[in-house]
C-alpha cells in the first residue's frame, strides 16, 4: 500500500544552520505532497503543499519540490531559528480518497535548533 | 479563525473504563478524522467519516468505534480502555471538495490509561 518514509531525528541544529529533511514515498497513484508542523503542545498545521511532479511547495523560509522520478519531497530552509524546533511530519494523500481527505503520514522528525 | 477544538487536553483512566473523546469543528467541514500519534509510529487513522452517521474505518479500528450524530462533531468511543491505547488523539477535518486534502488538526487529547 501507500507510504511514506522520512529520515530518523532528533536532528539538531544550530541557529542559521541549512536544514534537509528527507521525504520519500510510494504510491500507485498521483498523490499530492504535504508538510504538516507540530510545535510543542499543539496540533499539527499545514506548512506548504504540492500537488504535481516539478511542483515546488514554499511557506515562511521552508520549500520542498515534488520529484516524482525519485520519489521525494525533502523539506529545506536556508537558515534555521530557534522558533522553527517542531516536529515536522510528510504526508500524501491517497490517491482514491480525493473525497475522503485521507492522509498518510510519516513517522515525524523532531527539529531541535540550538541559539 | 477556523477551528477544531478537543474537548480534554488530558485524561488519566484506568483499564476497561469506556472513554470518550469529543471533537467539534466549526467550518462547517464534512470530513471528520481521528488519527493515533505515537512517537516513531507517526499518525495513524483510526476511523473518518465523511457525513453526519456516517464512518469509515482507517488503519486501526480494533478497540475503537466512533459517533458523528452533527456535522460539527465527531467523537471517538474506547467501549473497554486498554493500557495499549495511550496515546495521543489528534482529530482532524477538512472540505469534502478541498481537492488537495488541506488537514484542520486539533491540539490533541492525551490519555493515559492504568
Known amino acids: 500500500g501507500d507510504s511514506v518514509t522520512q529520515m530518523e531525528g532528533p536532528v539538531t541544529l544550530s541557529e542559521e544552520a541549512f536544514l534537509t529533511i528527507n521525504c520519500t514515498y510510494t504510491a500507485t497513484g498521483y498523490p499530492s505532497l504535504f508538510w504538516y508542523v507540530q510545535y510543542p503542545g499543539e496540533g499539527l498545521q499545514l506548512l506548504l503543499k504540492?500537488?504535481?511532479?516539478?511542483d515546488k511547495g514554499s511557506n515562511k523560509g521552508f520549500e520542498a519540490t515534488y520529484r516524482k522520478e525519485t520519489t521525494s519531497f525533502h523539506l529545506e530552509k536556508g537558515s534555521v531559528q530557534v522558533s522553527d524546533s517542531a516536529v515536522y511530519f510528510c504526508?500524501?494523500?491517497?490517491?482514491?480518497?480525493?473525497?475522503?481527505?485521507?492522509?498518510?503520514f510519516g513517522q515525524g522528525t523532531t527539529l531541535q535548533v540550538k541559539p | 479563525d477556523v477551528k477544531v477544538t478537543q474537548s480534554s487536553r488530558y485524561l488519566v483512566k484506568r483499564t476497561g473504563e469506556k472513554v470518550f473523546l469529543e471533537c467539534v469543528q466549526d467550518?462547517?467541514?464534512?470530513?471528520m478524522f481521528w488519527y493515533r500519534q505515537d512517537p516513531g509510529l507517526g499518525l495513524r487513522l483510526i476511523y473518518f467519516s465523511y457525513d453526519v452517521k456516517m464512518k469509515e474505518k482507517g488503519d486501526i479500528p480494533e478497540g475503537y468505534s466512533v459517533s458523528r450524530e452533527k456535522k460539527e462533531r465527531f467523537s471517538l468511543i474506547l467501549e473497554s480502555a486498554s493500557t495499549n491505547q495511550t496515546s495521543m488523539y489528534l482529530c482532524a477535518s477538512s472540505l469534502l471538495s478541498s481537492g488537495a486534502n488541506v488537514l484542520t488538526f486539533g491540539a490533541g487529547s492525551r490519555l493515559t490509561v492504568l
Open positions: 504526508a500524501l494523500n491517497d490517491p482514491g480518497s480525493s473525497n475522503t481527505g485521507k492522509l498518510i
Open positions: 467550518m462547517d467541514h464534512e470530513n
Open positions: 504540492a500537488t504535481k511532479a516539478d
